[in-house]
């Protein structure tokens, strides 16, 4: 799992995604939802409610800011 590689364990927070990450990527929230990389951007594609809020980069990635998935994640939750 790349997630495993880039992150520190003592770092992890609930979701298993490190505290000090401000901008999270595609990759790293299909990791912690459990779904493939490719249905990840298939929800981003559809917008709200199925994806939070995130910024497309020049090269076409995707960026999450860590508030705003973690207000998605506290929406799904209710």
Do not use: C
Request: no cysteine; aromatic share 10%; hydrophobic share 40%.
């Amino acid at each position: 799992m790349t997630l495993a590689r880039e992150l520190t364990p003592s770092a992890a927070d609930r979701h298993g995604l490190t505290t000090e990450a401000r901008w999270l990527s595609i990759r790293q929230i299909a990791a912690d939802l459990g779904v493939s990389t490719s249905t990840a951007y298939k929800w981003s594609a559809r917008g709200a409610p199925w994806f939070p809020r995130h910024i497309r980069l020049h090269n076409g990635d995707i960026r999450v800011r860590r508030d705003w998935y973690e207000i998605w994640l506290d929406r799904l939750e209710q």
